[in-house]
């Protein structure tokens, strides 16, 4: 019997993707194996448990007046220029 071009091509797509699909198949399961073989011989670590510490909190700097006017002066002059269009 003769076959057709349709039929060779239809004959060769089955038989490349079914290729690719075993292929496919192999390297998900060697992956996974290999997976559960790297856990087995390096389990992860245990991490110690934190000890409980007092929280040491850094004193609350005092900030004389006009250091905090020139701050609170250049955020609005910032805020301001952020606000305007590029000229």
Do not use: W, Y
């Not at 389990?43 to 250091?67: G, L």
């Amino acid at each position: 019997m003769q076959s057709t071009l349709i039929d060779q091509g239809l004959q060769l797509l089955t038989f490349g993707m079914g290729t690719v699909f075993v292929f496919l198949i192999l390297l998900v399961v060697a992956v996974n194996l290999m997976s559960l073989l790297l856990r087995s011989c390096f389990p992860d670590p245990v991490a110690p448990e934190p000890q409980a510490r007092a929280k040491k909190t850094a004193p609350v700097a005092a900030v004389d007046t006009t250091t905090l006017a020139v701050i609170q002066e250049a955020i609005r002059q910032h805020r301001e220029k952020l606000a305007r269009p590029n000229d």
